[in-house]
């Protein structure tokens, strides 16, 4: 059974910190892109970062230079580093694994960001 269990969201105040974190189980985790993306209430989800099976990462522009993705393979989980945190960047945010026509979603995690 497949498993992306998401951690870490909660409030914090604008021009904070929080890390979140995705733990995967039941993949061949070295194998998979993952991914995190987010949704805000009334708005499409988005791709907030990106790091590939081979390492590549990339970034949505709202968030360069603030946020860092980073994946564990000793603890098969991908983390989102988020700093200087904006009240823009309040969504529900989402853990992703695809790998060809296989593709798996987290539960999500709020993270809030007041003024």
């Known amino acids: 059974q497949v498993q992306l269990v998401e951690s870490g969201g909660g409030l914090v105040q604008a021009g904070g910190s929080l890390r979140l974190s995705c733990a995967a189980s039941g993949i061949r985790f070295s194998f998979y892109d993952m991914g995190w993306y987010r949704q805000a209430p009334g708005k499409q989800r988005e791709l907030v970062a990106l790091?590939?099976?081979?390492?590549?990462?990339d970034y949505a522009d709202s968030v360069k230079g603030r946020f860092t993705i980073s994946r564990d393979y000793a603890r098969n989980a991908v983390d989102l580093q988020m700093n200087n945190l904006k009240p823009e960047d309040t969504a529900v945010y989402y853990c992703?694994?695809?790998?060809?026509?296989?593709?798996?979603w987290g539960q999500g995690t709020q993270v809030t960001v007041s003024s």
């Open positions: 790091i590939t099976s081979g390492g590549a990462i």
């Open positions: 992703h694994a695809v790998l060809g026509p296989s593709n798996y």
